[in-house]
């Protein structure tokens, strides 16, 4: 069996140059599956605002929704880190609410690690959380939960100006304590040299193969999520046509009368 991966494991992967892998999920089935497929970690995104809630954005998604879908996750895992979204304002009114919803997050929902978008920005609360003794995942490039702000989902860093403003916040949430940066939606050059320049490992999200590891929405890798596909996304299955098909199956033969048959039925 695969031995436990935690925050720790995350660096020793770094060390010895072996990539590290992560997928959303947000319920036990699916994380049961790509837990057993062998996945390092798991994210409990606020992603699921769009996979599981519909909303076109990360923004109206809550703590409890948060603990309420970790816990689910939770219940699944063997050996994966398991590491769970701090939604929009969770992190952003105080230092003070900022560890109180972190601690919520990891004591109710069963969370080993939060991650937040920001950097220098956030630096105080990122600090008090790790005080706390809850390890601190970092998020920097296109943060979703900055939309507004952006003016739209836009890569960053494409500038000389922006890219140092990256570079500089990742070297200062690394000297802040966190045990790892998900770069999202960065040019592969930016993505590289960070990772080159940190010692902690990076997580990508479209920002090519030079980051120490990678992680995708499952619902996007798996072919199920369809409302808008971004260029970094490789669809690994088409499940969307997998079950539109059972599902059609199913009704033709329960209209037809061809199911149940007797396999199907108790005497
Ligand atoms: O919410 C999420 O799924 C994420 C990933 C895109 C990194 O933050």
Do not use: W
């Not at 979204?85 to 997050?105: C, Q, W």
């Not at 943060?143 to 890219?163: C, I, L």
Request: charged residues 20%.
């Amino acid at each position: 069996m695969k031995k436990k991966v935690t925050v720790k494991t995350y660096q020793e992967f770094k060390n010895e140059g072996r990539k590290i892998t992560m997928l959303t999920a947000y319920d036990y089935t699916m994380a049961k599956l790509v837990i057993n497929a062998g996945v390092d970690s798991i994210l409990i995104g606020d992603s699921l605002a769009m996979t599981m809630q519909g909303h076109s954005s990360t923004l109206p998604v809550t703590v409890d929704d948060i603990i309420y879908h970790t816990k689910m996750v939770v219940q699944a895992n063997t050996n994966a880190l398991i590491v769970s979204d701090m939604p929009f304002l969770s992190y952003h009114v105080s230092v003070e609410d900022t560890v109180r919803n972190a601690g919520r997050i990891v004591k109710e929902g069963g969370a080993e690690a939060v991650k937040l978008e920001g950097g220098r920005n956030i630096i105080d609360q990122v600090k008090a959380i790790i005080d706390a003794q809850i390890p601190v995942m970092g998020h920097l490039g296109l943060t979703p939960q900055s939309v507004n702000a952006f003016g739209g989902f836009k890569v960053q860093g494409r500038d000389d100006e922006n890219a140092k403003r990256i570079l500089d916040d990742a070297l200062a949430l690394q000297d802040a304590g966190v045990f790892s940066i998900v770069l999202e939606g960065i040019p592969e050059k930016l993505a590289k040299e960070i990772s080159e320049q940190l010692y902690i490992p990076t997580i990508g999200i479209g920002a090519g193969k030079h980051c120490d590891g990678q992680v995708l929405v499952l619902q996007d890798m798996l072919g199920m999520y369809d409302n808008f596909v971004p260029k970094f996304v490789k669809q690994y299955a088409n499940l969307n046509s997998v079950i539109t098909s059972a599902v059609q199956d199913y009704i033709k033969e329960v209209q037809d009368g061809d199911f149940p048959t007797e396999e199907y039925t108790y005497k």
